[in-house]
């Protein structure tokens, strides 16, 4: 189990009310009848038991591992007409909590000569609108899907990633950050204590305000940039795929 993110931010359509259901209905039972659940973090091993009753010794914590293959990419040109930004990597779904992001963006303003780049999702028609309303339209760039090549290159030549979401089971974007060199700047909700450890600037993802002032931070403290990047290398070496798959394997020999 990743999450339970349907139940939680149910999308207002057709799939969120089948993915709600799903959730609620039919992987009750499910839930029940097996061996062993995996969940990939306390926190999501807290919400199964709070959301399905289910005994604390049936659930297994073992978590996922990241993408270590991004800090063997080159740290090429990253094609963009920018040099001096900040990276988000998320999509449009409403817990990535992107529109909060914009809003940090724009109170950062003018004192910090700063862009916003989000990989994973193109513009919305309500992105546009906020960016447009708080005139920050020409410094918020939105790319898209990005290959893991292109993707390695923007990271590198990042001056921070900012993961803001509400709400994760895990969260692989901070992690392969932090094997890049990357300082961290993430939310204080849900998993992302538990994944990042002290390796990261943390902020409350409701408030816009208390986001673009750890954003400032991470961007003009050199010493705890330089502590981010050092407890970053020490906080990935906890991810290791191969760990990971141990850790399964000692589990389905002990069944």
Not at 71 to 86: E, G, P
Not at 121 to 136: A, D, L, R, S
Request: a positive charge; charged letters at 20%; one cysteine or more.
């Amino acid at each position: 189990m990743h999450d339970v993110i349907p139940l939680m931010f149910r999308e207002r359509n057709l799939k969120g009310m089948l993915q709600y259901l799903y959730y609620k209905n039919y992987l009750l039972r499910i839930l029940h009848r097996v061996d062993k659940i995996v969940a990939i973090s306390n926190n999501t091993k807290n919400d199964l038991l709070k959301m399905y009753n289910l005994m604390p010794s049936k659930i297994e914590v073992i978590p996922c591992g990241y993408n270590s293959g991004l800090a063997a990419v080159s740290a090429a040109d990253s094609k963009l007409a920018i040099n001096n930004y900040i990276l988000c990597i998320g999509s449009a779904l409403p817990h990535k909590n992107i529109m909060q992001l914009i809003k940090a963006m724009a109170l950062i303003g003018s004192k910090l000569d700063i862009d916003l780049v989000v990989a994973g999702m193109h513009e919305t028609e309500n992105h546009f609108k906020i960016t447009t309303q708080h005139n920050i339209r020409n410094r918020v760039h939105f790319l898209g899907a990005v290959s893991d090549e292109r993707l390695s290159a923007i990271l590198k030549n990042a001056k921070a990633l900012v993961f803001p979401s509400l709400y994760e089971g895990f969260g692989m974007p901070p992690l392969e950050a932090m094997s890049c060199g990357v300082p961290a700047v993430v939310s204080n909700a849900s998993s992302m204590p538990e994944v990042c450890g002290e390796a990261a600037v943390y902020f409350d993802p409701l408030s816009a305000s208390d986001m673009a002032t750890a954003i400032e931070r991470a961007l003009a403290d050199n010493g705890l940039r330089e502590k981010c990047i050092r407890k970053g290398y020490e906080q990935v070496e906890r991810y290791k795929w191969d760990a990971i798959a141990n850790k399964y394997l000692e589990l389905i020999i002990n069944l």
